[in-house]
């Protein structure tokens, strides 16, 4: 396999490739081409990363290309490799783990092409470093939702499937998704160099982050360790917004491991992750997180739980612990406001008030007793709003104690009364989407596309990226889950 992956025949894509993450050297990566996979074929492709990567039109229907995605080309010019991170998983230090099946391209035009799914690295472990067809339209079709929906995300640029077969809990077949974004560096490669005390190193790569992503925490002058106590209380800030995103659309990550979170503060590692059918914080959308740590309602804080061991790996660079902490510690007013916010606005108003805030935490408790469907509710309030008249029933139908619903659509009513009905009802059509990608959905794209018809992945894809708009010939695809949605089972390797 090493020598027929050293001889892999490299394509002029006539795109500048840049050194990026390359050039921190070799403690951070091994060298590693991809392995090829048999006979591939076009699965899905996003043209609109293809013309932010800068690719010229017509290279989803190139051979070239198609070969080059699939790993049995690489790219002339760049140098694939595989990174290596640690981290804690489900609370506890794993240790080593890395790009197991995970093969960094190169970067170009600013942003960071992976093949995912490309074959065995010296970080595999005990896996086969591949991906089957259906983790991969998932991940594909979710990067590409979140992106429309306006949630910091890697974005997915194709995927090229195989009939290469993949043993997981039943046998399946392979495909590998190209994903993109402008780093791919986790809180696990952070943790890494500090648990192995290789303190230059944790230098290199927090200067290297600071340098390329986050250059403003330069500026702030003081002491030895000020640029590092900067780039953690950044890193702070862009996850608490994202976990406001997060919680606001009720999407639910499945393994929030240190290694999973990145350092842009991006949405990465789509694997059991699920837009919310009925609301519930208690719901746990991993089949292989038994204990519920990564359950819906606990995402905020995990993420607080995984910046301290940011924090932990930083320190060495810091210095002083209270510095760190005091980072940190903005944790605890940004995410609030942050989610307040985006409640606030997906209710129809501008700001957050005490009434807003009031308002929205006795709609989550009732959604939870109902355990009503999300998507749904906020999209008929949304419609709702615009007369608030209590003889509409469209909303309080969705819930089963209709004397409490009653009671909180009468004081919204009131509320939103307070400015104009029309113009907030608009704005909620343009923040509470018609369509999410729900396990089922996804299911059904998936199913289609094991039976070689990729047009229904297309499709969803087309609606996913415009979700607010109406779609009226989609309307099934905005309903209720269906019955056997319940029993879609997803764990943490696919
Ligand atoms: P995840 O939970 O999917 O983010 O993966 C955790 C770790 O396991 C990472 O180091 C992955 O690269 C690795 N991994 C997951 N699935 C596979 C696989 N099929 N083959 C090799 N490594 C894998
Ligand atoms: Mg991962």
Redesign the pocket.
């Known amino acids: 396999m090493t020598f027929l992956n050293s001889v892999l025949q490299s394509v002029e894509t006539g795109l500048v490739w840049d050194p990026g993450f390359s050039q921190l050297g070799e403690d951070f990566f091994v060298n590693q081409p991809p392995s090829p996979l048999p006979a591939p074929y076009w699965v899905g492709h996003s043209p609109l990363v293809g013309l932010g990567l800068g690719l010229k039109p017509g290279w989803e229907t190139s051979d070239d290309w198609l070969h080059l995605l699939a790993g049995n080309r690489t790219v002339q010019g760049s140098q694939p490799l595989a990174s290596v991170y640690s981290g804690h998983q489900f609370g506890q230090w794993a240790g080593q783990?890395?790009?197991?099946?995970?093969i960094w391209l190169g970067e170009t035009s600013g942003q960071e092409v992976q093949l995912k799914g490309a074959g065995l690295t010296p970080?595999?472990?005990m896996?086969?470093?591949?991906?089957v067809l259906r983790s991969s339209i998932r991940e594909f079709l979710a990067s590409e939702a979140m992106h429309a929906l306006g949630i910091p995300t890697s974005r997915a640029l194709a995927i090229a499937g195989s009939d290469l077969p993949v043993r997981r809990e039943d046998v399946e077949t392979a495909a590998v998704v190209t994903r993109v974004a402008p780093s791919f560096v986790r809180f696990g490669h952070f943790e890494h160099f500090c648990h192995h005390d290789q303190h230059p190193q944790l230098r290199q790569l927090a200067d290297y982050v600071i340098d390329r992503y986050y250059p403003e925490c330069r500026l702030d002058a003081g002491f030895d360790g000020a640029p590092y106590v900067a780039l953690l209380a950044a890193v702070t800030q862009r996850t608490a917004h994202l976990m406001a995103q997060w919680q606001a659309v009720g999407f639910c990550h499945g393994?929030m491991?240190t290694?999973?979170m990145s350092i842009l503060g991006l949405t990465v590692?789509y694997?059991p992750f699920q837009f919310m059918d009925a609301y519930d914080p208690a719901h746990v959308c991993n089949h292989s997180d038994t204990q519920g740590r990564y359950a819906f309602g606990r995402q905020p804080q995990v993420a607080y739980w995984n910046l301290y061991c940011l924090g932990q790996a930083l320190l060495p660079l810091i210095g002083e612990q209270d510095r760190a902490i005091e980072a940190l510690e903005t944790y605890k007013s940004i995410y609030p406001k942050a989610f307040a916010q985006r409640m606030a606005a997906k209710l129809g108003f501008g700001d957050a008030t005490e009434h807003t805030q009031a308002l929205a935490s006795d709609l989550l408790k009732l959604l939870a007793q109902d355990r009503v469907d999300y998507t749904i509710f906020w999209r008929r309030l949304s419609r709702w709003a615009r007369a608030a008249d209590l003889r509409d029933r469209s909303v309080a139908d969705l819930f089963l104690d209709r004397a409490a619903v009653d009671a909180w659509l009468l004081s919204y009513s009131e509320l939103v009364a307070q400015q104009d009905q029309g113009l907030a009802s608009d704005l909620m059509l343009k923040i509470n989407p018609k369509f999410v990608l729900r396990n089922h959905l996804g299911e059904i794209a998936i199913s289609a596309a094991k039976a070689k018809d990729f047009s229904v992945l297309a499709q969803l894809q087309k609606v996913l990226a415009t979700p607010y708009d109406e779609h009226p010939e989609f309307e099934s695809w905005a309903n209720f889950p269906p019955d056997w949605a319940t029993s879609i089972s997803i764990s943490?390797?696919s």
Request: with cysteine; charged share 30%; net charge negative.
């Open positions: 783990l890395g790009d197991g099946r995970a970080f595999s472990r896996g086969d470093g591949r991906a393994v491991n290694d999973n590692d694997g943490c390797s």
